[in-house]
């Protein structure tokens, strides 16, 4: 160690120092967090990890909860855990979310009968819009001047 911090200058050397005390003391912690959702298998990792990236964080609303460091984020990754632990499906850890927090949980949310208009919406907007228009222009030409 007195060798590597011989080769940097002097009044750099207690920044050296504490730069490689720093990334000493983060890289176990970086460790740790990969172990905090341990399972028994790699199908229920990766069945854990699709999840928490299908699902939106209600808090930070344009992130997923597996991106999210939101305590609700958080609190949801636990439960999807649980789920996961317990061998529920896919579809069963979804249903009871979105029971419990409606379809907004959902990052990208199915096209359904409840959600229909919210899709359609914009281009009924545009087309009525569009139409309006042609109908003023056309009777504004009619007009005799």
């Known amino acids: 160690m007195a060798k590597l911090l011989s080769i940097i200058p002097a009044g750099r050397r207690a920044a050296a120092a504490g730069l490689l005390i720093v990334h000493l003391l983060i890289i176990p912690i970086a460790g740790i967090a990969h172990d905090i959702y341990p399972f028994d298998n790699a199908q229920q990792q990766a069945q854990f990890n699709k999840l928490s990236h299908e699902l939106r964080c209600l808090v930070c ?24 632990r317990n061998s529920k499906t896919n579809p069963e850890i979804i249903n009871s979310l979105t029971e ?10 199915d096209l359904h009968k409840a959600n229909f208009l919210i899709w359609l919406a914009p281009l009924l907007t545009l087309l009525l819009g569009s139409s309006g228009l042609v109908v003023i222009i056309v009777r504004q030409r009619a007009k005799p001047c």
């Open 61 to 84: 609303q344009s992130e997923s909860i597996a991106e999210s460091n939101a305590p609700f984020a958080s609190d949801i990754r636990q439960i999807i855990y649980e789920q996961v």
């Open 100 to 109: 419990q927090y409606g379809d907004y949980i959902h990052l990208k949310p």
